[in-house]
C-alpha cells in the first residue's frame, strides 16, 4: 500500500472517530473556503492548515489559489501535504505588505511558507517547502531513545523549527515563488509504519482501535487488554462525546515487541497524543503488555 493511500485512509479513519463522538459530520456550508474580507491572517492560516489535512492540495487550490497560483506545483509530492500541516503549527512572520504564514513541525525538517498579499484584502500570493540547509537532525523517531521524554523532544525541535521560520534572511528568500517544487517530508521521515495503523491484525492497528473504541464509546477495555490501565488517567481529561483531540495518526513505528503511534489534534495545534506499547515478547521472554499514554501540549509562540 502507497504512503499516499495510507494517509488517506488513516485520515478519513480519525474523521470517522471524531463524527462516531459527535464532534464532526459534514461541514457546515462555508465551513471551507478562502480567505474573506473579515478575516484575520491567524483566521486565515488555521483553516488553510483544517482544509489542506482534510481535503488536500487541489482542494485548496479551488479555494485559496488566485492568478495561476497552483499549491500543489510547489510541492514534489503534494500528498505529503496532509500529513505535514496535520504535525505542524503555523508561525507568524514577515510583518509588512506580504506578511508570512509558516508551517513549522517537530516531525519534519522542512518548512512550509505561505506568503499571503494584504494590498486587496488577504490573497495567498506564493507557497514553497522550504528544506534545512546543512546537516539535518536526526529524525525524531531515531532521536526518541535517547530523549528524557517525547514532550521534551518535541518541544526542541519545535523551538527549534520556529526559530528558522523567524530568521529575517527566510523573509526575503521567500518573497518570490519557487522556481521548483520541493518536498516537505524527507525519504527518512515517511515512516513505513503509517501504513499499518489502518490494520486491526497487526500491532499500531491495534493501538488505533482502542483509542477508538475510547473515544467513540468510552470503552476502556481494548485499552486495559493491551497494558495501558496505569496510564489511562492521562487520557481523562479527554471527554468522549465530543473528544477535544482530533486522532489523526501522523507517526508510527512498530518494531519486534514495540509499538508507537503519534497523533495530531487538528483542533489545537502544538497537541499531540502518543501512545506507546511493549508487547508481552520483550528480550526474548514472556512478559505482561505495558502500555504509556503522553499528552503533549507544546507551548506555542506567535
Known sequence: ??????GLRSIAAAAAVLHGCGGGGSPEPGAFGGPRSEDTLAAVAARFRRDGVLLGA????????????????ALAAPEDLPRFLAASQPVLACPGELPAVIYVSPLFRSLLVTRWSTRTGLRLASVQALPPAGTADPYWLD????????????????GNAAGRAREDALCALTRERAPDPAALIADDERDPDLDRVTDPSEPVGELQRALRAFLTRGDSRPFETLGFGASLDTLAPLPTAEPAVFPVPVSAHAAGPIALVLYADLSIPGRYLLLGRIGGDAAGRRVDPTGRVELIALPLER
Open 143 to 158: 532521536a526518541l531513545p535517547d530523549s528524557p521524554s517525547a514532550t521534551a523532544l518535541l518541544e526542541a525541535r519545535y
Open 58 to 73: 487541489d482542494a485548496l487550490d479551488e479555494s485559496f489559489g488566485q492568478n495561476g497560483l497552483r499549491i500543489a506545483a
Open 1 to 6: 500500500m502507497s504512503l499516499r493511500l495510507a
